[in-house]
């Protein structure tokens, strides 16, 4: 009888391992000519050979390059370098804190993200989809000058607003506002329910007037966000959403009120006692030039104005319960006149009207293009055709329709200007030519109605463009009308500087006077009413958020300014006595090596040798009492150490007390330089020492008082029990972990000091140590129920900070994060933490914080195409043509109609299931789950399932399963679809280097899970 071979693999593994990487022996040779016939196999991108479009007909899914999945913007958010002074900022004409909302996403704070948007750009998630970026914020990102590009700052933007739409919380007026005066009841109408008005009335909103009216001539809202934008660019439910938001604080809209002699006119508000107006209608007339004066759409023309409306009624589910919403019916080639990006929304619209071949013909070259890189990228990719120095000289009809359309070619003569050459023409076959030259303000009833403005040369109002206030005092403009906003952006920033000036105008005719610096108050909701305040040892802290002992507190200035940006406690820098007083040495800190090669901020890890403080006791208890006269309800603890010498000890208790800290905090644990000296670690991985050295500070003062705690000891739990049993107050986990974190290339060791470029060990710290201070805290909220924790250690997140706090932590210490960054972090996570809160309260099904459960996507775009499910096919190659005709079937199949009829809408704001919890509720409320091996339920079995419409075909699982785990998921060679065979024993190494969220998850295993032993159990050993 053979032996089996335990060592070697079986069949089935072998089989499984075929496609298993292997060091290659030698070079590899395949000829060029087998290449070209397997790269089309696995290609993903689009075939530059390919000289037709996919069919897109009747199909408005999303195609915008900026989007992003939560992979995706986490990704990207953690690239940015959150630049002091940043320009991108600049860039934004409603001066978006751009590097302060990429900080919350990139902590996973989308709300805060949110909010930030949201504060300066009612419009925040339209101008994150449709805003020309490159040519704003994204043109001045420094990232710029690196090898990797730009931030997609766009993409970021639309990400963290559309999270929070998921949300359903509405938006209310900030309590501090009072707005209890007659001024604020003053009559202020808006005409035109465009980006300009809404922005507007937010903003009057926000500052308390109550009596706002928008008059909208259509039965939609939105103006050409919801008129000419395509849905595929910016969805209906969006423009919907940013309006319901507005309408939050009280806006009333009146639709089908006309701009007109006949209905609503300037005057006519006046005498109905209307204290302001603004005006923000856009341009509604299309400019019409020759040849196209005579031409109608039954003849095969269409201008923008004509044709996007009807495209936008046909394909936005719920914008208007209107009749007759029928996309226009294309075919051919199709002549789109015009460069700007109107004129390229028309192209790759026209494509899904039914167009065969779509033409961008403009008169002047791809170097004076106006549309933004992104419009035209789209059209490129879409196969549009683009022919420049082209005007438009004759059409050519055929039985009543357009047939043709004759070119001249245009020059830039010697003055710069593009000029027509008669001799030289071109001749294009056309069934439908649509004209984008632009808009205008022609109509005369219109004009009647804005009586009494005056009108410039451009035949716009006249109007101040500093304030938005025309020749006519309380009359205001914005928008497309105004003259100045070319992007929506612009009309949004126009409404914003409207609103101001407006409310500096009413309280004027009420004899009052505003700041002279605008002062318009941020977006606020419920979330930001959240009380996090925490009591502890007698002690308020209005949040729990702190500067640990550390770097940021390396002067009593820094603290003063941390204090400022809203920070709750400090722990002073650790001092000492004179007599131990200190020097430290450089270099000192230095980026870990943890997170692998990451240069800039966002670092995993840090190292340091610094020592304590080098100033003096003095300095610090001047500090002191200089800091809690100026801020009385902020906390601060000063943090102290001695050799272990009761007589010392005393006299700098006595000394902090007396300088009016509110507690202290015994260092105890400084790993690298004072445990020479016989101080911080040398006191503190002793048990018997902290109880003595807490003996000796209780009965030298009244205050509270922590023990902060080393890691570098066999369990922190002992050391723990005798800081309670020497009558601390609670104690604080953990202090750095000392470490050496790496060498250079040469042997040297790094920080190296002088020329011999010597070294010692240093204290590691931030995410890098997360684990080691999570199972501290944990362990001693375990071991100690109820004793005070204040956590220190990877701390970079409010999302962070609720593990530490779910751990049994009170309150927070941080430094890393701050080096990583600046004071103002601090922001991010009160807010963040409030949303964890509030979120926590709402019962959001499969929501996972601030994240919501994962769509199935690829590239960031959700599937919506239902024919494709289950059919095994990858993105790729012919997979790829596969799927994309089986969509575009099933899109042709789809109306309008069936798409409203199926629609549902939850309710919005969602109701609050159970109370929001407090800071104190959540602290220790995972400890119960934490405990022996031995608690464990062997029996409650899970395995992977991977999802194959969001697998990017990787096969990082399969790998890390052959080489790390139990072979357990095979790898097909033509699709590379990964599957999880029954052999899987649920080990989560799979989901755990998977790089697309929530692509393999773990769900309950439904047979009996039977370990595969090799040799039965008691069979002999040989």
Known sequence: MSIKVQSKDVADIENILTLNPKIKPHASLVPSSETKVNKKHWKRNQDKKCNSCDPLLNNFDDVKHTTLSERGALREANRCLKCADAPCQKSCPTQLDVKSFIGSIATKNFYGAAKAIFSDNPLGLTCGMVCPTSDLCVGSCNLYASEEGAINIGGLQHFATDIFMQMKIPQVRPPHIVADDESYATKVALIGCGPASVSCATFLARLGYKNLTIFEKEKFIGGLSSSEIPQYRLPIEVVQYEIELMKDLGVKIENERKLSMSDITIQKLKNEKYGAIFVGIGLPNPKRVHPFENLTEEMGFFTSKDFLPKVSLASKPGMCKCTGKALPQLSGNVIVLGAGDTAFDCATSALRCGASRVYVVFRKGFTNIRAVPEEME??????????????????????????????????????????????????????????????????????????????????????????????????????????????????????????????????????????????????????????????????KFVNPFGLASATPCTSSAMIRRAFEAGWGFAVTKTFSLDKDIVTNVSPRIIRGSTSGHNYGPGQGAFLNIELISEKTAAYWCQSVSELKKDFPDKILIASIMCSYNSKDWTELAKMAELAGADALELNLSCPHGMGERGMGLACGQDPVLVRNICRWVREATKIPFFAKLTPNVTNIVDIAKAAQEGNADGVTATNTLSGLMGLKGNGDPWPGVGNEKRTTYGGVSGNAIRPVALRAVSAIARALPGFPILATGGIDSAESSMQFLSCGASVLQICSAIQNQDFTVVDDYITGLKALLYLESMGLKGWDGQSPPTPRHQKGKILTAKSVLGKHLPSFGHYQKERQDLISEEKKKVTLEMIERNMTSEPRPIAIQNGIPKVQDIVGKTVHKIGTYGQLDNSQQVVALIDEEMCINCGKCYMTCNDSGYQAITFDSETHLAHVTEDCTGCTLCVSVCPIIDCIQMVPRTTPYIPKRGISLGQAVC
């Open 378 to 539: 789209l059209a490129r990719e879409e196969k549009c055709e683009f022919l420049p120095f082209l005007g438009p000289h004759e059409v050519h009809l055929k039985n009543g329709r357009v047939s043709a359309i004759t070119f001249f070619r245009t020059e830039v003569n010697e003055e710069g200007e593009f000029v027509e050459d008669y001799e030289q023409t071109m001749k294009l076959r056309a069934n439908y030519i649509i004209c984008a030259f632009g808009s205008g303000l022609y109509d005369e009833d219109v004009k009647a109605a804005l009586a009494p403005l005056n009108f410039n040369k451009y035949g716009l109002p006249d109007l101040n463009v500093k304030t938005m206030e025309t020749t006519v005092p309380g009359i205001f403009c914005g928008g497309d009308i105004a003259g100045v906003a070319e992007t929506t952006v612009e009309a949004v920033n126009d409404g914003k500087t409207a609103a101001w000036h407006m409310h500096k105008y009413i309280q004027a005719q009420h004899g009052k006077e505003v700041s002279r610096i605008p002062e318009l108050p941020k977006f606020y909701t419920p979330i930001d009413e959240v009380d996090i305040s925490v009591e502890l040892c007698g002690m």
